[in-house]
T-cell receptor, first 114, second 111 residues
Framework: KAGVTQTPRYLIKTRGQQVTLSCSPI?????VSWYQQTPGQGLQFLFE???????NKGNFPGRFSGRQFSNSRSEMNVSTLELGDSALYLC?????????????FGPGTRLTVL | EDQVTQSPEALRLQEGESSSLNCSYT??????LFWYRQDPGKGPEFLFT???AGEEKEKERLKATLTKKESFLHITAPKPEDSATYLC????????????FGTGTRLLVSP
């Protein structure tokens, strides 16, 4: 069974630009979560989507947004990029996103903002 | 506010030298505690989930335990391939898929 895939793996952008990251969950998984990982803050929850609806949201500004498609694939968008947005963005999927569901992570997209 | 603290930040062991990693938490209702392993340049890899105090789980050289305030990841006779960052995360009443992570313990096992 294929794992979680994320594209692209690496991105370089400049301040003020916007970026879209993509995540394909494990086949059959309906819940997709996004995390930001930085050396200083560690892994921080961005949001979770289930059946095309955002169910949970972390404490990030509105510049960070996402969506989920009917095939469970998800995209994350960051507008008006800032230097502090440089990070590893991780996507995780789980079967139903319920209590006791394990999350399986993708390899991440490394975003560098110059 | 939900908080997870891991210690030590870094740990260096000789091959075969057993030790334990600590994860302490302060949360509003623990639903589950997760351990992940992360290698450089990769996403976290799931290891264990623990749900109630007193629960233990084992996998090869790793054993995870849970109390009401903390969890331990015991590494018995580690090998160099166990070198990685070990992350602890909690799932709380605020959202099932909203994992709150600690900052991890970087483990280096020397031959």
């Amino acid at each position: 069974k294929a794992g979680v895939t994320q594209t692209p793996r690496y991105l370089i952008k400049t301040r003020g630009q916007q970026v879209t990251l993509s995540c394909s969950p494990i086949s059959g998984h309906r819940s997709v979560s996004w995390y930001q990982q930085t050396p200083g803050q560690g892994l921080q929850f961005l949001f979770e989507y289930f059946s095309e609806t955002q169910r949970n949201k972390g404490n990030f500004p509105g510049r960070f947004s996402g969506r989920q498609f009917s095939n469970s694939r998800s995209e994350m968008n960051v507008s008006t990029l800032e230097l502090g947005d440089s990070a590893l963005y991780l996507c995780a999927s789980s079967p139903l996103g319920g209590l006791r569901d394990e999350q399986f992570f993708g390899p991440g997209t490394r975003l560098t903002v110059l | 506010e939900d908080q997870v603290t891991q210690s030590p930040e870094a740990l260096r062991l000789q091959e075969g030298e057993s030790s334990s990693l600590n994860c302490s938490y302060t949360v509003s209702g623990l639903r589950g505690l997760f351990w992940y392993r992360q290698d450089p340049g990769k996403g976290p890899e799931f290891l264990f989930t623990l749900y109630s105090a007193g629960e233990e789980k084992e996998k090869e050289r790793l054993k995870a335990t849970l109390t009401k305030k903390e969890s331990f990841l015991h590494i018995t006779a580690p090998k160099p391939e166990d070198s990685a960052t070990y992350l602890c995360a909690v799932q709380t009443n605020t959202g099932f898929q909203k994992l709150v992570f600690g900052t991890g313990t970087r483990l280096l096992v020397s031959p």
